[in-house]
């Protein structure tokens, strides 16, 4: 209940400087007497945006602060009230069914330990002994149970069940699952604000059918894991578990009150993609995976919200409500121990140099990990992505105008204004089922898990190996293909290296956790000769104009790649972008006339095409030919509006242990000598 109070006033303190609120005439002096309901905070509220009230609000007394006026201070005033109303409460109803006096045991100990009020299930058509008579196949109970469908009528119904948020929701296992009362009771109510804690009592039959039947019968706010209780449970048992509850409880209330985050109930899924999905990535192995419950923020951080925290904004793109990007996973980090340190939660992370430790029973934010992101992003769908087979203009930011799975046309199948060339608010698109925004475009989001395959034993909230140089990026930017925002797609990105379309989406714990562990930055740059050289491929020419240009500046030798089979046409059209096309999804590796020998250089700049968000095939098989151990790699490119889009991501991926530093792009032939200065002169190239 009061995170909802909490919604309603927000939107409207923070548009405070905005309204001014009217006089009303007749309006009644505040009554002291006066008890205010949620009901009458959202009618203010209407009133104050001007939109239509459920009701007449005339002779309302409303003037909480005697000014002849309903404004703002009015409605904070009254929600002061309502809170004051609701402490005084009892917000917590134990609602039980019990035949036999065992359920009822239970549920009398958890009403004397938490004061709780009480609601007894009963039905309306009593049972009796010949009905719960199991080993009898005709028996009422069995067939009820043997019906699904079936819903025994309840006596009394409750009152006011909307004055509870928490219900401790009791019951006997009935031939493996709840009594059908039970789904008659949940089916009469809305619980989809309200925490729902089941319990029940057996002599031996589990609780997991009966808990999984009640999450799929309604909406539920939060149902937590519940616990069986044999008939000679103690009040001491009960006791435990309640406090563990309990816990939980209090920390879904402080997360209700920032309004900002949701809870993920966990579950098993399969993670990566099937093997026919188009476009996909060989590294995306399908495999089955458990995460816990998690809170997750329903859209990336703002530039505002970071900056507040952060006292800065490196966006290069400024808008308050605008996703920052342009920040290192360290910056992510960082950000999420400050945000923990300002409200009063204990940090996450202790971070040493490149080496951070996750404190894991720490309470504060902290990034997802790949498999919890990818979970929150499916929200159980297991298409490409969470709103289906394909990207229609409307549903994500990102370059779509060649559209997902398309052919080698080269044209604009969903137009020009199917690419915005910009980062949107964080809440534009429409969000997901599990209420999350932009989980696809907008902004990629940095995790916790370095870039390696996937680890087939880890199948239960798995974190990644402990060390490497490229960590996980999902859900792709606004410069990227469709392919590159499926919700398996796998991006990576050198940990201290920012970018304009990768941002943060925080989450916390949402129960116990235990342990320690090590994120190491392994990767080191060998400088033995300080010699660089320039190493480019260039089909139509834009690129090779850059890398000469380069080699001018820099005196640094200079290699091009060529093909031993020529592409069928060297201009842009059709046939080429057929044939590039089909080998990237191919991730083909097509041979090469020479590779050069990069023994006697520390530095390689290496320059290439941008080809749908990806590097061409003939820089792959550059990159797999040689080893690029403490190798610097300096990428640059030619590019006609996707900027680097993947490229850094495939070159992290196919060198692993090199060291990647900022890069160049350039718009097809347009060359800045200045702006080459300054970047060769800010990666230490003469």
């Known amino acids: 209940m009061k995170k909802l109070l909490s919604f309603f006033v927000s939107g409207i303190i923070a548009m405070s400087a905005l309204i001014t609120g009217g006089i009303v005439a007749g309006a009644e002096t505040v009554n002291k007497a006066v008890t205010y309901t949620i009901q009458d905070i959202k009618n203010l509220q209407n009133f104050l945006v001007n939109k239509p009230t459920e009701e007449d609000l005339s002779g309302k007394p409303y003037d909480l602060n005697g000014d002849d006026k309903w404004n703002v201070f009015d409605l904070c005033l009254m929600k002061r009230e309502v809170l004051k109303q609701m402490e005084n409460q009892n917000n917590t109803l134990v609602v039980y069914f019990s035949r036999t006096g065992n359920t009822e045991k239970i549920a009398e100990y958890l009403i004397e330990l938490t004061n709780a009020d009480k609601y007894v299930i009963e039905a309306a058509i009593p049972y009796t002994d010949a009905d719960i008579a199991y080993t009898n196949s005709s028996c009422r109970a069995n067939k009820e149970q043997s019906d699904k469908t079936a819903r025994p009528e309840i006596a009394e119904p409750i009152e006011s069940i909307d004055s509870y948020d928490v219900i401790y929701l009791g019951y006997p296992i009935w031939w493996g699952e709840e009594p059908r009362i039970i789904d008659t009771f949940l089916e009469s109510y809305d619980f989809s604000d309200k925490i729902i804690v089941p319990f029940c009592t057996s002599a031996s039959s589990g609780n997991t059918t009966s808990e999984k039947n009640i999450a799929n019968l309604v909406p539920i706010g939060n149902q937590l894991e519940g616990k069986r209780f044999s008939a000679s449970a103690s009040k001491e048992s009960v006791k435990t578990w309640l406090n563990e509850k309990q816990t939980e409880i209090s920390d879904i209330r402080k997360s209700s009150e920032n309004m900002q985050y949701t809870l993920i109930n966990g579950g098993t899924f399969q993670m990566g993609s099937p093997e026919n999905e188009p476009e996909r990535s060989s590294d995306e192995i399908q495999h089955s995976v458990t995460v816990g419950n998690f809170y997750m923020s329903k859209t990336e951080i703002s530039?505002?919200?970071?900056?507040?925290?952060?006292?800065?904004?490196?966006?290069?793109?400024?808008?308050?409500?605008?996703?920052?990007?342009?920040?290192?996973?360290?910056?992510?980090?960082?950000?999420?121990?400050?945000?923990?340190?300002?409200?009063?939660?204990?940090?996450?992370?202790?971070?040493?140099?490149?080496?951070?430790?996750?404190?894991?029973?720490?309470?504060?934010?902290?990034?997802?990990?790949?498999?919890?992101?990818?979970?929150?992003?499916?929200?159980?769908?297991?298409?490409?992505?969470?709103?289906?087979?394909?990207?229609?203009?409307?549903?994500?930011?990102?370059?779509?105008?060649?559209?997902?799975?398309?052919?080698?046309?080269?044209?604009?199948?969903?137009?020009?204004?199917?690419?915005?060339?910009?980062?949107?608010?964080?809440?534009?698109?429409?969000?997901?089922?599990?209420?999350?925004?932009?989980?696809?475009?907008?902004?990629?989001?940095?995790?916790?898990?370095?870039?390696?395959?996937?680890?087939?034993?880890?199948?239960?909230?798995?974190?990644?190996?402990?060390?490497?140089?490229?960590?996980?990026?999902?859900?792709?930017?606004?410069?990227?293909?469709?392919k590159h925002i499926r919700s398996a797609y796998r991006g990576a990105q050198p940990a201290n290296v920012g970018l304009y379309s990768i941002g943060i989406r925080p989450v916390r714990n949402a129960g116990t956790a235990i342990g320690e562990i090590k994120s190491v930055y392994s990767a080191k740059a060998e400088q033995k000769t300080g010699k660089t050289l320039i190493v480019y491929f260039s089909q139509t020419g834009n690129t090779e104009g850059l890398a000469d240009l380069i080699h001018e500046m820099s005196g640094a030798d200079i290699v091009r790649l060529e093909r031993k089979i020529p592409y069928s046409s060297s201009s842009n059209g059709p046939v080429l972008y057929g044939e590039a096309l089909d080998e990237l999804r191919a991730e083909a590796v097509p041979e090469l006339?020479?590779?050069?020998?990069?023994?006697?250089?520390?530095?390689?700049?290496?320059?290439?095409?941008?080809?749908?968000?990806?590097?061409?095939?003939?820089?792959?098989?550059?990159?797999?030919?040689?080893?690029?151990?403490?190798?610097?790699?300096?990428?640059?490119?030619?590019?006609?509006?996707?900027?680097?889009?993947?490229?850094?991501?495939?070159?992290?991926?196919?060198?692993?242990?090199?060291?990647?530093?900022?890069?160049?792009?350039?718009?097809?032939?347009?060359?800045?000598?200045?702006e080459i200065d300054k970047w060769l002169k800010a990666n230490n190239i003469n």
């Open 303 to 482: 530039q505002k919200e970071y900056q507040d925290i952060m006292g800065v904004n490196p966006s290069a793109t400024k808008g308050d409500d605008l996703p920052v990007t342009n920040i290192t996973w360290y910056d992510a980090v960082q950000y999420c121990n400050k945000l923990s340190q300002k409200e009063g939660l204990t940090p996450c992370y202790t971070v040493s140099g490149t080496t951070v430790t996750w404190n894991k029973a720490a309470n504060g934010y902290r990034l997802p990990t790949e498999a919890e992101w990818e979970y929150a992003a499916r929200a159980n769908t297991d298409t490409p992505f969470n709103f289906g087979d394909y990207v229609h203009n409307s549903d994500a930011n990102c370059y779509n105008a060649y559209g997902y799975n398309n052919d080698a046309s080269g044209n604009w199948v969903n137009g020009s204004g199917a690419y915005l060339r910009k980062a949107v608010a964080v809440n534009q698109y429409a969000a997901n089922d599990y209420g999350l925004y932009n989980m696809h475009g907008n902004a990629a989001e940095w995790v916790w898990d370095w870039y390696s395959e996937y680890d087939s034993k880890a199948v239960t909230n798995p974190t990644g190996t402990e060390s490497g140089n490229a960590k996980i990026v999902r859900g792709g930017g606004w410069n990227d293909h469709p």
């Open 593 to 674: 006339k020479d590779y050069p020998n990069i023994d006697q250089y520390d530095t390689i700049l290496l320059g290439y095409c941008n080809w749908w968000s990806s590097i061409p095939a003939s820089v792959r098989s550059f990159l797999l030919h040689d080893d690029f151990s403490g190798k610097t790699i300096v990428p640059f490119c030619s590019m006609g509006g996707g900027r680097f889009g993947q490229t850094i991501s495939a070159i992290a991926k196919l060198a692993p242990d090199s060291v990647i530093k900022e890069g160049l792009e350039v718009t097809y032939s347009s060359y800045d000598r200045d």
